[in-house]
Every structure is written in C-alpha cells, then in structure tokens.
C-alpha cells in the first residue's frame, strides 16, 4: 500500500501562486507515476498534471491544457514529495486538490486507473 498526504493549500488572490506538496508513505519504490487532480463544486474530479519515470530513469510530465504554462509539476525523490507548483491562479483554480499515484509508467488522465490518493487539499483563489 502506498499513503499519501498533501498540503499547502489556501486562499490566495487572482494572480497569486501557491506550492502544493504530497507526501509518500509505504510502497513509494513501486510508483512509476505521481498526479494532481482537482474537484471543483458541483463537477468530476478532473486530471490537472502528472509525472512519470521513464526508462532512461528521466521523467516527462504532462498537464491538462487548462494549467498549461502556469503549473510545474515535480518530485524529490529523496523526500519521496511530490510537488505543484502553481503561478498565475485565476477563479476557476478553486477546487480541492488530490495527490494520485499509480505503479504504470504511463500517464493516465482517467481517475479510474489510479489505485492511491490523498486526502485533498482545499485552493480557494478570489477574484
């Protein structure tokens, strides 16, 4: 079993940025692939970026086009955290955020195929 536990969220104006963090617990050695997705009220929880090690021992990430260009997503191995780093926030940012991970090497954007999760994180930014 893998635990994850996240956070770093808040309330933060339009424009701000704010650094979300998941911590990994348990059987982090058989995570190929880490995630954040975001429930906003009242919709599906949706796929917002993830990262993933490949086999050259790189990684690649992938993001939804709705964070592209504002959100940064990455690992520090080490401290076996997860990071999301996130700039430029605008109203519709707001949703709770969830930490995912998977075994597979390969991104998945459906929720399904992602057997771990955190406990979310609420990001509330004003207008």
């Known amino acids: 079993q893998v635990q994850l536990v996240e956070s770093g969220g808040g309330l933060v104006q339009a424009g701000g940025s704010l650094r979300l963090s998941c911590a990994a617990s348990g059987r982090t050695f058989s995570i190929s692939t880490s995630g954040w997705f975001r429930q906003a009220p009242g919709k599906e929880r949706e796929f917002a970026a993830a990262i993933s090690r490949i086999r050259s021992g790189g990684y690649y990430a992938e993001y939804a086009d709705s964070v592209k260009g504002r959100f940064t997503i990455s690992r520090d191995n080490a401290k076996n955290t997860l990071y999301l780093q996130m700039n430029s926030l605008k109203p519709e940012d707001t949703a709770v955020y969830y930490c995912?991970?998977?075994?597979?090497?390969?991104?998945?954007?459906?929720?399904?195929?992602?057997?771990?999760w955190g406990q979310g994180t609420q990001v509330t930014v004003s207008s």
């Open positions: 995912a991970a998977r075994e597979g090497s390969v991104v998945v954007t459906t929720t399904y195929d992602w057997p771990y």
